[in-house]
């Protein structure tokens, strides 16, 4: 769908059989540490500052240093339910023999009640691959399917967002990555072996 050059970004989407939706997937570079980039994936609460549209971000439950639950809430245009997702984030932590941090994100529906007024998204799968490449560069790779729930959406509406949202968060983690360098916290998840 998109190949920019300037940003370093690549964004692409498919037609899967069997999907309401495209699925997609976007490649770029960031310009820090694996530790600095773990520490903006794993930053909830900071989730707003870089994910196109989102309004509310909370960490839910902390079931390990490798697992987690959270929720966020995206913002719709007018007229339109915003949406809910609660996200079931599983790490595996970077080691020199796989090269690389993974993160899966699962959508867990029933982990809280929906709010009144919002659409619980009922599909929610991502996996984001972060590869250290040296010289404070990090490589994202990040594929994902998102079904936003309910019905009456205008397909372009759901195309244009499915489009839109993978490049702009890419955009807006290259953004926040300097933040992220810049703190002396702890990262709160296990991020290498």
Known sequence: ??????HKIKTYSKQEDNR?????????????????A??????????????????????????S?????????????LGVPHRDVVINAKIQPYSTKTGFLGITYTSAPDFIPVKQGVIRMPAYETATKLTPLGDNTVEEH???Y???????????LVNYIQRRTPYANMIGRQRAIGKCAES???VPFKYKE
């Open 1 to 6: 769908i998109k190949d920019d050059q300037r």
């Open 20 to 36: 309401r939706f495209r699925s997609f997937k976007v490649q770029g570079l960031l310009k820090g540490s694996l530790e600095a």
């Open 38 to 63: 773990a520490r903006c994936q794993f930053d909830i609460e900071g989730i707003t500052g870089w994910y196109m549209n989102s309004a509310d971000a909370k960490i839910l439950k902390k079931v």
């Open 65 to 77: 240093d490798t697992e987690y639950y959270f929720y966020f809430r995206v913002k719709m245009p």
């Open 142 to 144: 990040l594929e994902g």
């Open 146 to 156: 998102v079904d936003p729930g309910g019905t009456g959406l205008p397909i372009w």
């Open 184 to 186: 002396s916290s702890p």
